[in-house]
């Protein structure tokens, strides 16, 4: 299972004062299995090119296909195709329509066929996945929740879905610390239990080198760079400099100790594997305390 993007460049306002040439000649494959963390400064590109991948925006030119389905057909099968790969937007506000949560959460099975005890053991499933209870907010309008409980709503709508690609677009923008972590271990448990993959934009450079197996760095409407999370990190300091995106603080702290002499693990993605590489690093033996 992939969804495979050619040559595909979009360009907002085409013959307007305002053209702007958003993606040039983006080539991606992105297969079932993998979490993707796609990074890049503000106005790179990144929502445009993931709106291509499940067909809500079309490419001016080059395609996108989903196993082999043209995402710019309106058939059946493209519409089941667009239907796999679920997208949670970057203001989810935008994404909630309906009077109560539990009708919002249900548009998506309900427009997929399925009937109504199926709709409701996929809401219940899904509310649970988020953390919302389901008779407490079952009954409640969308539009009078908190920004992080509206976030929820949009997520569970789409988990809803049973899609088997997962993209979200800045995720934790309302959501508070402890709220972000507990949808994010969710969600990094169902990836690795194999329900779906992820493709996850995020400015959280530690969110990334904790949970992303590929991560895509974008600039100007190009893809500079794709690869291994801790390479890019550690090997491509200049480039994301220049793109103007950050190292994860973590990394930059473990790199600073090791200009300074100090032996450190700096591929470490979470400040437990620092600690516990430090520690073996002076000669403790963790397992023997
Ligand atoms: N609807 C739109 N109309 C015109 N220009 C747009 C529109 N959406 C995005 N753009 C422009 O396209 C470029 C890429 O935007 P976007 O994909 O939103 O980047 P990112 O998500 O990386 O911040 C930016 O220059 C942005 O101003
Ligand atoms: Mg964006």
Known sequence: MSIC?????????????????????????????????????TGSGKSTLIQHLNGLLHPTSGKVTVDGVD?????????????????????????????????DIAFGPLNQGCDEEEIKKRVKSAMKFVGLDYETFKERSPFRLSGGQQRRVAIAG?????????????????????????IFSRIQNWFRRGVFSVILVSHNMDDMARLATRLIVMHEGEILLDGDPMDIFLNHREELEFCGVDVPPLTKTLLYLKSRNIPVPERAKTCEEAADGLYRMVGGNIHAD
């Open 5 to 41: 993007v050619e040559e595909v460049s979009h360009v907002y306002g085409a013959r307007t004062p305002f053209e702007k040439e958003a993606l040039k000649h983006v080539n991606l494959t992105i297969n079932k299995g993998e979490f993707i963390g796609i990074i890049g400064h």
């Open 158 to 182: 789409v988990v809803a879905m049973h899609p088997d690609f997962l993209i979200l677009d800045e995720p934790s923008a309302g959501l508070d610390p402890i709220g972000r972590r507990e």
């Open 71 to 103: 995402l710019a057909g309106k058939t059946k099968e493209v519409m089941e195709k667009r239907h796999s790969v679920g997208m949670v937007f970057q203001y989810p506000e935008h994404q909630l329509f309906e009077e109560t949560v539990e009708k």
